[in-house]
């Protein structure tokens, strides 16, 4: 986590204030960049006061249903002193060059900007306060600040932010790292409830998404993209499609994923999305595909029980001697896990539009990563990331689809391809489904030796996962620190790789959301064999408060017992019951523990109730997105190992065509009720939209197990 | 085809092909882009609508079949008084994430209402199932369907 924002925001607002001189004071206004050209009421790049003292603050990071177009501007907001009635919350263009990392991923929003936000609104703060001393000709020490003024306590006197905006823009920006923060106790906005800024329009259907995108002369276009992946167009016969009515082009472009030079994909280009959609039909395309058809999921799974049973490629951890351990060991207790490819199947399908024209790229994109996708796209455009403009739209769920940026890059070529019309590159559900970037599929072996006590003292894993050249792939690795590898005495963990040609990615929580259920479940089979329930052997293991350092983050043992002891206590944990299971997870800073109460109801799983204790630092910042985020997690992790989510592949190519080939959760699966407790520690706020997801899969697994008898050691699980 | 139909009580004419789906329909040639494509196979209801009253998927609808029909879409739910209930109970819960399924999610919950004005935990969830919402904002929909029934936000204890 770079925290590169910080060193440059000031050289921001000096450049936003420099040569400020036209005075606009229109509240519509796109909140100004940090230009030559900013108006004069422009105190930073993110803020902007209006002449009616309402004051424009630019979200700057991709909102995909994680509220962090709400919960960023709240930090600038609380540390301007402003009522949140004042706040006007626009998106900024993507443009890391003034706004710092503008990436939505990883439950990185909240740690990167909590203080870098409230330090941009406590130096406008500032500038207000300076240019309201000036003008009384008092010391600015004497001088406070609330909704939105400037006050002077001993006379009363008050002065508007509208009223000190264009002279407080012509004050030096202080520090941004001197500039003094509130006192957390002093907080008005961060912890109070504000529902999100879009519902309005959400709730009356106004254009936000990308998909929504529309520009006068706008065309559209369907794709057809080999189906195994990793092959390229060889040759296509389009004179069928050109001879359609509407039908404006036909273009091969490379999505990204092959090398450049090469086309895996060709574009139908015609009036109407849906006069596209059904030309493509007509293509006849010949792929160059021999080197990737013989992958498929039949060939993973048998492949892996082969190496999964041999000794591991490479080692990932080592302490001690595990293998000598075990023989002496007072119980040994042994088994296989393994989780399939999963899709994101965000609702609003990818989608980008792009305008090239007089030689610079205009983009419309719901990305989540449109930095990246913008050094992509111009890569594969032949243009500079100076020659694109990046708007960024509302995101119709990310769940880490929207790190990729296909379709900005097939947007962006067929775009150059047509110079001077906007066009609007859209995926249907099947090409979403079968062009994702999958979570990796992944296959365990555990050992685990205990002694006369009780104590895990040994533990091995082989971890069969997808590779390429000795390392990982994106998103299939595992972390050396899974815990409780970091504190067994003698722990062997081992890995082996096997070839995909899958494009794959992450997914919500990556790789926690498979290792919490492989690992949590295997710890609750080996505190059975110890005679005890997982919290409570969870306890023992973790030991005294501590810290302990991990791959790239620290894991504390105090804040993982905090969250057990407050869900157990919740939930009124008393030991093993029927239906009841639980579940622990450390992930994305997050500490959070789970219990799943279930039932049978007429021969289905039906879960009654959850609790979640999560502890995500000093301060929940928007407790009713909080709440949300929280309860969203937890019916996703329950919908991948519940409803039979698994990506299936044969011949190369991915079989899901739409929601019935890969089911989501629907309301009537859904908990009857989601109980969350955030536990409130003097840490720094860490993010949310991920943390909650991972333990709810193994405290589920687990709560079947203890309803049944029959351990399940397989994503999705086969309840029959 | 030259193809008459009322929306939100406007009338209106669009020449399209008498297979293109009304989704398509609304959202090209009729510049509302309110009603999502989410599946087009019937299988989510993000493209919920009302055909002379009854909840449809509009991408399930061929033009033809809506000719001389009256549609309501989410752009429009909000001039009826239950549609503005439901609108306004879905933003007082702030019930959205992305928010991309909540359009279908408000016409299904108002056909709901329509026909079963204070619907039980069951009749709620049974009715809803069609709709999917892949942020699983399910525990607010169904308090804010209780909510615009005039019911308790939170169900009853079993």
Redesign the interface.
């Known amino acids: 986590m770079s925290d590169q924002i910080t060193l440059s925001r000031r050289s921001f607002i000096a450049a936003s204030l420099a040569g400020g001189t036209a005075l606009t004071l229109d509240a519509s206004v796109v909140l100004a960049a940090a230009t030559a050209t900013a108006p004069a009421d422009v105190l930073n790049a993110f803020v902007r006061i209006n002449a009616d003292n309402t004051v424009s603050i630019g979200a700057k990071n991709p909102e995909?249903?994680?509220?962090v177009k709400v919960m960023l501007p709240m930090l600038i907001a609380e540390e301007m002193d402003l009522a949140w009635e004042q706040v006007r919350i626009e998106q900024t263009d993507a443009n890391e060059k003034i706004y710092g990392v503008q990436t939505a991923g990883g439950s990185t929003a909240t740690p990167r900007n909590w203080l870098p936000m409230r330090q941009v609104g406590a130096a406008a703060r500032a500038m207000l306060v300076s240019a309201a001393a000036k003008k009384w000709g008092v010391d600015p020490a004497t001088l406070a600040t609330a909704k939105g003024a400037v006050i002077q306590t001993s006379s009363g006197k008050s002065l508007t932010y509208a009223s000190l905006a264009k002279a407080a823009a012509a004050e030096t920006p202080p520090d941004l790292a001197k500039v003094p923060l509130k006192d957390d106790k002093t907080f008005t906005i961060i912890g109070k409830?504000k529902?999100?800024v879009?519902?309005?329009k959400?709730?009356?259907?106004?254009?936000?998404?990308g998909?929504?995108t529309?520009l006068p002369g706008m065309v559209?276009a369907a794709i057809v993209k080999c189906p195994a992946h990793g092959g390229t167009v060889a040759s296509f016969d389009d004179t069928a499609v050109k001879a359609i009515p509407g039908v404006l082009g036909v273009v091969a472009v490379n999505s990204g994923f092959v090398p450049q030079g090469k086309s895996d994909t060709v574009v139908v280009i015609a009036d109407?999305?849906?006069?596209a959609s059904k030309a493509r039909e007509k293509l006849t395309v010949k792929w160059d595909d021999a080197a990737v058809t013989g992958f498929s999921t039949a060939k993973y799974v048998a492949d892996a029980a082969k190496i999964v049973a041999a000794a591991p490629q490479a080692s990932l951890f080592k302490a001690g001697d595990a293998d000598a351990t075990l023989t002496k060991a007072a119980k040994v207790v042994k088994a296989d896990y393994e989780y399939p490819f999963l899709a994101h199947?965000?609702?609003?399908?990818q989608n980008c539009t792009a305008m090239f024209q007089n030689g610079k790229l205009e983009i419309w994109a719901p990305s989540q990563a449109p930095a990246g996708g913008a050094e992509e796209t111009a890569k594969l455009c032949g243009l500079t990331t100076d020659d694109l403009t990046i708007h960024m739209t509302?995101?119709?769920?990310?769940?880490g689809r929207r790190l990729m940026n296909d379709y900005m890059v097939i947007a962006g070529q067929v775009a150059k391809a047509m110079p001077g019309k906007p066009v609007k590159v859209?995926y249907?559900?099947t090409d979403d489904f079968r062009h994702d970037f999958y979570r990796p599929a992944g296959w365990h072996r555990f050992t685990a030796g205990l002694d006369a006590n009780g104590a895990l003292i040994a533990l091995k894993d082989h971890f069969v996962t997808f590779g390429k050249d000795g390392k990982p792939i994106r998103a299939a690795q595992m972390a050396p620190s899974e815990f409780p590898a970091p504190v067994v005495p003698n722990v062997d963990l081992g890995v082996s790789y096997m070839a995909t040609n899958l494009a794959t990615g992450w997914l919500r929580a990556p790789t926690s959301n498979a290792m919490s259920f492989v690992w949590q479940s295997f710890m609750d089979e080996v505190a059975e064999a110890a005679g005890l329930d997982l919290p409570e052997f969870m306890r023992r293991t973790l030991g005294a408060p501590r810290e302990i350092a991990g791959e790239r983050v620290k894991f504390h043992t105090g804040r993982a017992r905090g969250v057990i002891d407050a869900v157990c206590k919740s939930a009124g944990w008393q030991g093993r019951k029927k239906g009841r299971g639980f579940g622990f997870y450390f992930s994305h800073l997050g500490y959070f523990a789970e219990i799943v109460d279930l039932s049978m109801k007429d021969g289905a799983i039906q879960i009654d109730k959850v609790w979640v204790a999560g502890d995500i630092g000093a301060h929940v910042i928007n407790p009713?997105?909080a709440l949300?985020?929280a309860?969203?997690c937890?019916?996703?992790g329950i919908?991948q190992a519940l409803v039979g989510q698994k990506i299936v592949q044969e011949n190369g190519a991915i079989t899901a065509e739409?929601?019935?080939d890969f089911p989501?959760?629907?309301?009537?699966a859904?908990?009857?009720e989601?109980v969350v407790e955030f536990v409130k520690t003097d840490f720094a706020p860490t993010g949310l939209g991920e943390p909650a997801l991972p333990p709810v899969i193994p405290a589920l697994a687990n709560a079947i197990y203890s309803l049944t008898g029959k351990r399940h050691r397989r994503l999705p699980l086969e309840l029959i | 085809m030259s193809i008459s139909l009322t929306v939100n009580g406007r009338k209106r004419v669009v020449e399209a092909e008498a297979d293109k789906p009304l989704l398509w329909v609304l959202r090209e040639d009729l510049a509302m882009p309110g009603t999502k494509f989410g599946c087009g196979a019937g299988l989510c209801g993000a493209c919920t609508v009302h055909l002379d009253g009854d909840a449809v998927r509009s991408c399930q609808t061929p033009i033809a079949d809506a000719a001389g029909k009256s549609i309501t879409t989410i752009e429009g739910v909000g001039l009826n008084e239950l549609g503005k209930r439901v609108q306004d109970a879905w933003a007082a819960l702030d019930v959205p994430q992305c928010g991309y399924c909540q359009a279908g999610q408000i016409m299904s919950a108002t056909a709901l209402l329509k026909q079963n004005p204070k619907p039980t935990p069951e009749d709620i969830d049974g009715w809803m199932s069609g709709n999917i919402c892949r942020c699983a904002t399910y525990m607010r929909i169904r308090a804010a369907i209780r909510t615009a029934a005039g019911l308790p936000a939170e169900e009853a204890a079993a």
């Not at chain 1, 995909?64 to 509220?67: L, S």
């Open positions: 995909i249903g994680q509220g409830s529902p999100g879009d519902v309005p959400i709730v009356n259907g106004q254009p936000l998404y998909i929504d529309s559209h109407s999305w849906w006069k199947a965000s609702l609003e399908p509302r995101i119709g769920g990310g769940f859209l249907d559900r009713i997105n949300n985020q309860q969203g937890v019916i996703d919908g739409n929601f019935g989501l959760m629907r309301i009537d859904a908990p009857r989601i």
